[in-house]
């Protein structure tokens, strides 16, 4: 437990250095830092098909990142908003935290799941009939392809309609002929 | 002046199937080169599968498959001349070779922790400029990591004309021939007989 | 975007096709071990996304173009729902599991899990041909950028 | 309760970037720790201690795997969540590098004001 609760120090100052560094490629590869640091964290908390997800996908967003913005004028813009805006949403954070705390009195204390304090829940039916029903060792997969496949079938939307929104703003002038930019 | 026009974009799609080198790109990949790839990739995949049972027929199909498409998609990429791996002489060189560099690297690796815990740290490190013999990408670039695998030399940057330019931690000398001779003398002769 | 130097491009050459192959495997076995098709799909594009780094777009246009990545992505999309609507055909139900229950395998073996190996599969030549086709688009314009 | 005020402590650290930050990419980086918390704070939630991954491996029981397995649920959900992510930072990179492309800056400020 103490454990897990270093490696998300370790984030959060990796975090707090991505938000800060004033070069671009630095703030970059921290970003990378608190991606990888979570990844070790799922491994200590038992999701090692997320840890190996959260290790390839930092990867390609670290690749996107980089082709994205090397060589452009990331690194003269410093500064901050204006302290209006601050202001404000300081006050919206301390609103959220109060919600946080008034929802977090509520959990299950951490180091118990739903599992342990509810008596009938959909995850002990998952881990009860996943081999029987669907046939997998692996109960995750077990519902990502069977029990809520239609989950996946939605993602494969989302993931093909903002890539399809990626694509048309790449090339907006082959979809609307040229001089697109009027 | 933030404003800037776009550049002229308009047909940069249609464009674009211009801009391919034809030569490299309708190059279809000979059919040792995929049956190469195809039996190294299949190898690979045993290996993946190991803790399965000794013979599970699905497994192996399906290894086979995945390494026919590897193999189709990636053989003009993967290998250049496949004809050379079924010579057994090379593979035995292979396995001198990997003794050597093991000796090699520790004889490198004492050498370089007597000059670390020396008190007057006898170093002399700088960039010095060597010259190989070896022709293909492939031997070049062994050659390469092994320089950077040995301690006490880095390989810095690989020119076109056959130079290396290695990082040497006690340069004896800032001659071409002399630190060729020092450097990559080792590892040339058995690289040849490997890769070429 | 003429590609880097020799090493990189003789190490890349060489562990490609292993990529690949490994990428297929954690789509593949996602149902006995830890992985699944997105990984699976992202490792995929991984492969080609080095080829790109490593050689420049021209050379990898020749092994995996932006139109077959645009094909491989609808294709596989097609099968997951065809496998979907497969379901009718035996008289189950949208997306149901239809193999498993018919003709069920042994477990913990490849062919356990009815057609989750097969869905895995298409989920991750999706996720992998979206994914390269969108890193390719911004390369080609960055380079377009660039001239 | 401390591991879950530190998912929300690294939440907070991004939406500072998103509301503070002038520049376009440090706002997509902050969007994407917010993801990276939120994932962090689901998975927390199904931790179970000395749990195994919900993995059956041969030989186990499956009552005692009911016992000893995490929370799988948040798991699966998780998983869905990174990928789309992914596509949706690709779609935000897409975009900053439009604006680029039509102001020249990153700027936001110096992109509110050069309308059209």
């Avoid at chain 3, 990898?60 to 645009?70: H, I, Q």
């Avoid at chain 4, 990174?82 to 779609?91: C, K, W």
Wanted: hydrophobic residues 50%; neutral net charge.
């Amino acid at each position: 437990m103490v454990l897990i609760q270093i490696f998300l120090v370790f984030t959060i100052i990796a975090a707090l250095i991505a938000v800060e560094a004033p070069s671009a490629l630095s703030s970059i590869i921290s970003l990378g830092a608190v991606g990888f640091g979570l990844s070790i964290a799922f491994l200590w908390l038992g999701a090692p098909d997320i840890a190996i997800t959260q290790v390839v996908v930092e990867i390609l967003t670290l690749v996107i990142l980089i082709r994205a913005t090397i060589g452009k004028g990331v690194t003269e813009i410093r500064g901050n908003e204006s302290k209006t805006l601050l202001i404000g949403s300081l006050i919206l954070f301390g609103l959220g935290s109060a919600f946080f705390a008034n929802y977090l009195s509520a959990f299950p204390e951490f180091g118990k799941s739903a599992i342990d304090v509810f008596s009938e829940t959909p995850s002990q039916f998952y881990l009860k009939f996943g081999l029987e029903k669907a046939g997998g060792a692996n109960v995750v997969n077990d519902i990502l392809l069977d029990f809520r496949a239609y989950d996946t079938l939605g993602e494969a939307t989302v993931l093909f309609t903002a890539i399809l929104g990626a694509i048309t703003l790449l090339n907006k002038d082959v979809f609307f002929g040229e001089g697109g930019e009027k | 002046m933030l404003y800037r026009k776009a550049p002229n974009t308009h047909n940069w799609y249609s464009g674009y199937n211009k801009v391919i080198n034809v030569e490299e790109a309708t190059e279809k990949p000979k059919i040792s080169k995929v049956v190469f790839v195809f039996a190294v990739t299949l190898a690979v995949w045993l290996l993946f599968t190991w803790p399965f049972a000794p013979v599970d027929w699905a497994t192996i199909i399906a290894g086979s498959i995945i390494s026919l498409i590897s193999g189709t998609i990636l053989a003009g990429v993967a290998t250049q001349h496949p004809i050379k791996a079924l010579n057994p002489v090379r593979y035995f060189w292979a396995a001198c070779y990997v003794f050597a560099l093991a000796w090699w690297v520790m004889v490198a690796n004492l050498d370089v922790a007597f000059r670390v815990l020396h008190p007057d740290v006898p170093i002399n490190p700088g960039i010095v400029k060597v010259k190989t013999k070896l022709k293909s990408d492939s031997a070049k670039t062994a050659l390469a990591n092994s320089i950077t695998l040995t301690p006490g030399t880095m390989t810095v940057d690989l020119s076109d004309e056959g130079h290396l330019y290695v990082h040497w931690i006690n340069i004896s000398s800032t001659e071409v021939e002399e630190a060729t001779r020092e450097v990559v003398g080792r590892f040339e002769w058995l690289l040849r007989r490997i890769f070429e | 975007m003429s590609g880097m130097s020799p090493i990189v491009k003789t190490v890349t050459r060489w562990v490609s096709p292993f990529i690949l192959a490994f990428g297929i495997y954690i789509a593949l076995t996602g149902h006995l071990t830890p992985g699944g098709g997105f990984p699976g799909g992202v490792i995929i594009a991984g492969c080609f996304v080095l080829l790109t780094l490593a050689y420049g777009k021209e050379k990898v246009d020749g092994v995996f173009s932006l139109k077959s990545a645009s094909v491989t992505d609808s294709l596989a999309s097609l099968s997951f729902l065809c496998m979907g609507l497969l379901g009718y055909v035996f008289g189950r139900g949208f997306l149901n599991n239809f193999i498993q229950s018919g003709f069920p395998g042994k477990a913990f073996e490849l062919l356990s899990g009815g057609n989750m190996p097969i869905i895995n599969v298409a989920i991750g030549f999706k996720v992998g041909g979206s994914l390269f086709v969108v890193f390719a688009y911004l390369a080609l314009f960055r380079a377009i950028e660039e001239e | 309760m401390l591991t879950y005020l530190l998912a929300f402590i690294l939440f907070a650290v991004g939406l500072y970037s998103v509301i503070n930050k002038r520049n376009l990419i440090k706002i997509i980086m902050g969007i994407i720790i917010m993801e990276h918390a939120v994932n962090a704070f689901l998975i927390l939630i199904g931790y179970r201690i000395s749990g195994k991954a919900p993995i059956l491996e041969k030989g186990t029981s499956v009552t005692e795997f009911v016992n000893s397995a995490m929370d799988p649920l948040p798991q699966a959900l998780v998983i869905t969540s990174i990928v789309i992510s992914l596509g949706v930072v690709a779609l935000m990179v897409a975009l900053a590098v439009r604006l680029y492309q039509h102001y020249g800056t990153f700027d936001i400020t110096e992109i509110r004001k050069l309308r059209g």
